[in-house]
């Protein structure tokens, strides 16, 4: 959906992940190529868009493509995933993207004449799921309505923050520990600063519209943190 090339998207029901929590994970790739290897070619476009995080954008995109991205990547083209069935992911929270911006999926997808009870994208999933996170940095040229409902606008400064709250969606946002929080921002609860009160799988209130009223804020952290001041002041 964002520039026209084939992409695969594929769910799984295991995570490690200690912020996240056990959550269905979504990984959304690049069709013919491995993921850190198009991070490097600028395929990552066709599923990152023109994210100011990604690698081409001189960006600082926490996700380490060779790990569980590749690792996902290689079992889908070693058959890893052929005949799964949705019930898996039945009332388990979904993570919208683990990797890639879930804008580049469509909400629909319908059978093909070669698999027409095939179909699929996000509703799908979403019926299925009980509650879920997303994020996308597509918000500002983004022209389905129905996006603000499901996803939060991925906003690396204030004055987007602005942008995106006028434009209709509440948004998560990264800055540093020593910038002051705004007016209607909460604190992530699974972030450190909060205690880690939460994580997202108890949490969910980063589902769009369809969540609290507050938007999200978070200090950058982990391998993001040393080159965040950067990317926020360059994206004002």
Not at 52 to 58: C, E, G, L
Not at 185 to 195: I, K, Q
Request: aromatic share 6%; charged share 25%; glycine share 10%.
């Amino acid at each position: 959906m964002i520039d026209g090339s084939p992409i695969i998207a594929i769910a799984t029901v295991k995570s490690g992940n200690p912020k996240t929590g056990d959550m269905v994970q979504t990984w959304i790739m690049a069709d013919g190529v491995e993921p850190h290897k198009a991070i490097e070619s600028g395929d990552d476009k066709s599923v990152c868009g023109d994210c100011t995080h990604r690698p081409a954008n001189d960006g600082s995109c926490y996700v380490l493509t060779f790990q569980a991205p590749l690792s996902v990547y290689r079992a889908y083209k070693r058959g890893s995933y052929a005949g799964r069935t949705m019930e898996q992911f039945r009332d388990k929270p979904l993570r919208m993207g683990s990797y890639g911006d879930p804008l580049a999926v469509p909400l629909e997808v319908e059978g093909s004449p070669d698999d027409p009870e095939g179909g699929g994208g996000w509703r799908e999933l979403i019926e299925i799921t009980k509650g879920r996170t997303g994020y996308t940095h597509q918000w500002q040229t983004n022209t389905i309505p129905a996006w603000k409902e499901l996803v939060m606008a991925s906003v690396d400064n204030p004055a987007e923050a602005e942008a995106a709250t006028k434009e209709g969606w509440r948004y998560f946002r990264v800055t540093n520990a020593d910038a002051p929080k705004a007016k209607g921002e909460a604190v992530c609860p699974a972030s450190e600063e909060a205690g880690k009160k939460l994580n997202c799988a108890s949490c969910l209130s980063c589902s769009g519209q369809s969540g609290q009223r507050a938007s999200i804020v978070i200090n950058a952290h982990g391998s993001r943190a040393k080159n965040y001041r950067l990317i926020e002041h360059r994206s004002t």
